[in-house]
């Protein structure tokens, strides 16, 4: 069982800019891969950005050129950058990691609120 850890979310204005973080730990043998969903109350989860163990990340059209994913492989973390930030960006944003022990496997974080206002 992989538990996923999240911080970072919070109220900002209009343009401005946040930082998530999701450490992983627990028992696995490897990350395949790392991503960002995002949940508004009454809509589906859906993909923010996906970072993989190989190769470039991808993300929805509605972030690109203005979030970034990374990890710290070393740490079993990732992160997402969010700058530009839009009244729409406003959401619970849940961290999900799919990992390897004995066969393929995926967690969730608990989520964390962020809210763009002014």
């Known amino acids: 069982q992989v538990q996923l850890v999240e911080s970072g979310g919070g109220l900002v204005q209009p343009g401005g800019s946040l930082r998530l973080s999701c450490a992983a730990s627990?028992?696995?043998?490897?990350?395949?891969?790392m991503a960002w969903y995002r949940q508004v109350p009454g809509k589906e989860r859906e993909l923010v950005a996906r970072a993989f163990s190989v190769g470039s990340p991808n993300y929805a059209d509605f972030v690109k050129g203005r979030f970034t994913i990374s990890r710290d492989n070393a740490k079993n973390t990732v992160y997402l950058q969010m700058d530009s930030l839009k009244p729409e960006d406003t959401a619970v944003y849940y961290c999900n990691v799919i990992y390897t022990y004995y066969g393929t496997h995926e967690s969730w974080g608990q989520g964390t609120q962020v809210t763009v206002s002014s």
């Open positions: 627990g028992t696995m043998f490897s990350i395949n891969a």
